[in-house]
């Protein structure tokens, strides 16, 4: 069992700082991943020819980004979250939709922390310094209400002022890759699938949730 999730041990190891240096092989909640190359960070993009990546693989490309920036990752859980979950809200407004955000999300139940790391989805590259949240620098942590056809997502802040809103859905899909509308075309939908991991993620987030509470 992965040392991050093991709900019932005791809260005792050391936390990330709240701002981590700049910017597994699959998602397995139960398994710890082994250490992938650094060079993985920042791949080539597939050939014009090659078919899209399967959520396998583009989860592979993800937990080398997240590896290669954290230093004790192996402790984290991990799922792929955005905040197009938001464009439903802004859209029955009458706004403009916001500035799609993506991010690796890697969290664990005990010390309850969570680590936010943006990325790109085209280059699949970080894009962002990641943050750590817990409870020693949360600020609020709150559930956003579905609108229309969207099912919501979390708001998660640290008392440094660093915010972040975000969904995980149990299929992610992610941006088409660099390259001409033809090139693109040919490469098909680029999706996540990750049911199992986003319910364990969301059973996290209502614990994480109400620890946060004011007492």
Known sequence: MQPGHDKASCAGSGSVQATLPVDHQDYTVNSKPAPVNPDATNPESDTDAAPPLSSEELKARLRAVFDHQIPNYGDYNLVCGSNSFEGAGAAARGWAPPRRRSFVIGYRWHPAEIIVAPFDEKSLAAAGVPVAINMTNLSHALRLPAVKSSL????????????????????????????????????????????????????????????????
Not at 175 to 196: L, Y
Request: no cysteine; charged share 25%.
């Open 152 to 215: 919501g997502g979390y708001e998660v802040a640290a008392s440094t002022g660093k915010a972040f809103r975000f969904g995980v859905e149990n299929s992610m899909r992610l941006a088409s890759p660099p390259g001409g509308p033809a090139q693109r075309a040919g490469r098909g939908t680029r999706s996540i699938e990750q049911a199992d991991d986003a319910a364990d993620f969301h059973e996290f987030m209502a614990d994480f949730i109400r620890r946060g509470l004011p007492l």
